[in-house]
């Protein structure tokens, strides 16, 4: 996708966080865009934010309550989606959400209420979508995460969800190519957002040693290299070089990322 200009971007969880920044990018990059959550005001108050960002005042912003984990409510919400606002050409998933604890600690509500938010959530949004997307190709992006390429200690529920998008992402980007759709799948370390301050609430200490001293970015970065990744057409994205090395590393020398996660649990558990 080498413009955004007047394209229609679908952005689930842009009232806030990650999504709202990458929404506002877009919009100052002139696509229409049409953000998807369930909570009507902090929907509103994003599409305020929002057009406040655009190229120029034709194009299109619009919010709809919807609860991605809901497959009967997303694909009637999308077809009146479609209806109203016409089809994407680019869709954002990026609703999601972590509750990190010790796997003991996670009911089976919890599992379940993350792996429908996240992994059902961006595959409901597909299914839906895509007989609309297949006629004219476009780009789906999925947030992931870090977490979904390293098992973290306290994200049991989470980084199963998140290593199953990774999962998602490559068998679409092997069958849509024919219909000249792309597939992008972003991994970001931790990122400044509402979201974060409240995974922090419940984050054991093992959890937060891992996170060690690694820079907290600020979610308008993080939308930047997103953007310019899906602009690239790159299939992983990767928001910094600490991330492109960690990335490299599990790749080639897992055991050495093994040895370092190992000693920062080990020493939070001294402590
Ligand atoms: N922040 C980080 O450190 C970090 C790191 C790696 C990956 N990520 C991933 O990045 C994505 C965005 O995270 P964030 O930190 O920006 O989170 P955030 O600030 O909490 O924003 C989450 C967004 O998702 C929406 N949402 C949550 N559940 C939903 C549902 N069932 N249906 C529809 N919308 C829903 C929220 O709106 P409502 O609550 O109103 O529905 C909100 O708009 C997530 O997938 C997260 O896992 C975040």
């Given at each position: 996708?080498?413009?955004f200009?007047?394209?229609n971007?679908?952005?689930?969880?842009?009232s806030?966080?990650?999504?709202?920044?990458?929404?506002?990018l877009?919009?100052g990059?002139g696509?229409?865009?049409l953000?998807?959550?369930?909570n009507r005001?902090?929907i509103?108050?994003?599409?305020?934010e929002?057009?406040?960002?655009?190229?120029s005042?034709?194009?299109?912003?619009a919010?709809?309550?919807?609860?991605?984990s809901q497959?009967?409510?997303?694909?009637r919400v999308m077809?009146q989606?479609?209806?109203?606002?016409?089809a994407?050409?680019l869709?954002?998933?990026?609703?999601?959400?972590?509750?990190?604890?010790?796997f003991?600690?996670?009911s089976y509500e919890?599992?379940?209420?993350?792996?429908?938010?996240?992994?059902y959530?961006?595959?409901n949004m597909?299914?839906a979508l895509l007989?609309?997307?297949?006629e004219?190709?476009?780009?789906i992006a999925?947030?992931?995460?870090?977490?979904?390429f390293l098992g973290?200690?306290?994200?049991?529920?989470?980084?199963?969800s998140?290593f199953?998008?990774i999962?998602?992402?490559?068998?679409l980007?092997?069958?849509?190519?024919?219909?000249?759709?792309?597939i992008s799948v972003l991994?970001p370390?931790?990122t400044?957002?509402?979201?974060?301050?409240?995974e922090?609430?419940?984050?054991p200490?093992?959890?937060?040693?891992?996170?060690?001293t690694?820079k907290l970015?600020e979610?308008?970065v993080?939308?930047?290299?997103?953007i310019e990744g899906?602009?690239r057409?790159?299939?992983?994205?990767l928001v910094?070089a600490?991330?492109?090395?960690?990335?490299?590393?599990?790749?080639?020398a897992p055991?050495l990322?093994d040895?370092?996660?190992d000693?920062?649990?080990?020493?939070?558990?001294?402590?």
């Amino acid at each position: 996708m080498d413009t955004f200009e007047n394209r229609n971007a679908y952005i689930t969880g842009g009232s806030s966080g990650i999504g709202l920044s990458t929404a506002r990018l877009l919009a100052g990059a002139g696509a229409n865009i049409l953000i998807l959550a369930r909570n009507r005001h902090r929907i509103d108050q994003a599409v305020r934010e929002i057009e406040g960002a655009r190229k120029s005042e034709g194009q299109r912003v619009a919010g709809m309550q919807l609860d991605v984990s809901q497959h009967e409510e997303v694909d009637r919400v999308m077809a009146q989606a479609v209806d109203r606002f016409g089809a994407p050409d680019l869709l954002i998933n990026s609703a999601g959400k972590a509750v990190p604890r010790p796997f003991e600690e996670i009911s089976y509500e919890q599992f379940d209420d993350i792996m429908k938010t996240n992994f059902y959530g961006t595959w409901n949004m597909i299914h839906a979508l895509l007989p609309h997307m297949k006629e004219r190709g476009g780009h789906i992006a999925n947030v992931s995460s870090m977490a979904g390429f390293l098992g973290v200690f306290g994200y049991a529920d989470y980084s199963a969800s998140k290593f199953a998008m990774i999962g998602l992402s490559e068998t679409l980007r092997s069958e849509l190519k024919q219909y000249n759709i792309r597939i992008s799948v972003l991994c970001p370390p931790d990122t400044n957002t509402p979201g974060f301050e409240l995974e922090n609430r419940t984050k054991p200490p093992e959890t937060r040693a891992i996170g060690g001293t690694a820079k907290l970015l600020e979610p308008e970065v993080v939308a930047r290299a997103f953007i310019e990744g899906i602009r690239r057409n790159r299939f992983m994205i990767l928001v910094n070089a600490e991330g492109r090395f960690i990335y490299l590393v599990k790749r080639c020398a897992p055991w050495l990322l093994d040895w370092v996660v190992d000693r920062a649990v080990k020493k939070a558990q001294k402590q």
